[in-house]
């Protein structure tokens, strides 16, 4: 079974801390996703690698960076965190052949 | 734009009464559409995927179908367990990235 392991499953932080959530697929995927998911609105993309060092903004990427180094771990950064980027933040990876996602379990942030 | 619609927003159903829920979609060309549950405080656990209109997936109580405009979750005689969010994303041609709806929030009464 695919695999997709998040570093935490709870988080709290202070405001203007730097913060790294840590993503791990064990399938050998080339594309990763960071998506975060709050009530009302879905999930919406942060950000999107689909190599190792390569990296898209998905639509919502301001006051997040992200970082792959290897194939199998994908980091997103909260590079001064804010009471605003409070939610539950998910990864995914895929194969390009196959199309569907896999997700882990989810991060539950938050800023205060 | 690309987009998913996903209704009804919320669901309560008595256990045993089938249903559908309807996810419309909007994209220039559509790569794949996939239909994920997701219980709460966890990720979303992958369900089907359908790539042409006309396609059907089954998996237990539930029955996913495609059409050129959407998609429908039929939930045959379902069970408390079956209580979820079920989410509809659709993967655009051209792109390895998903859009997603909302969700519905099905809840299943003993």
């Known amino acids: 079974d695919v695999k997709v392991t998040q570093s935490s499953r709870y988080l709290v932080k202070r405001t203007g801390e730097k913060v790294f959530l840590e993503c791990v697929q064990d399938m050998d995927h080339e594309n990763m996703f960071w998506y975060r998911q709050d009530p009302g609105l879905g999930l919406r993309l942060i950000y999107f690698?689909?190599?190792?060092?390569?990296?898209e903004k998905g639509d919502i990427p301001e006051g997040y960076s992200v970082s792959r180094e290897k194939k199998e771990r994908f980091s997103l950064i909260l590079e001064s965190a804010s009471t605003n980027q409070t939610s539950m933040y998910l990864c995914?990876?895929?194969?390009?052949?196959?199309?569907?996602?896999?997700f882990g379990q989810g991060t539950r942030l938050t800023v205060v | 734009e690309d987009q998913v619609t996903q209704s009804p927003e919320a669901l309560r159903l008595q256990e045993g009464e089938s249903s559908s829920l309807n996810c419309s979609y909007t994209v220039s060309g559509l790569r794949g559409l996939f239909w994920y549950r997701q219980d709460p405080g966890k990720g979303p656990e992958f369900l089907f995927t359908?790539?042409?209109a006309g396609e059907e997936k089954e998996k237990e109580r539930l029955k996913a179908t495609l059409t050129k405009k959407e998609s429908f979750l039929h939930i045959t005689a379902p069970k408390p367990e079956d209580s979820a969010t079920y989410l509809c994303?659709?993967?655009?041609?051209?792109?390895?990235?998903?859009?997603f709806g909302t969700g519905t929030r099905l809840k299943v009464l003993a």
């Open positions: 995914a990876s895929s194969h390009p052949m196959n199309t569907e996602a896999f």
């Open positions: 359908l790539y042409s």
């Open positions: 994303a659709v993967q655009p041609s051209g792109t390895y990235k998903y859009i």
């Open positions: 690698s689909y190599d190792v060092k390569m990296k």
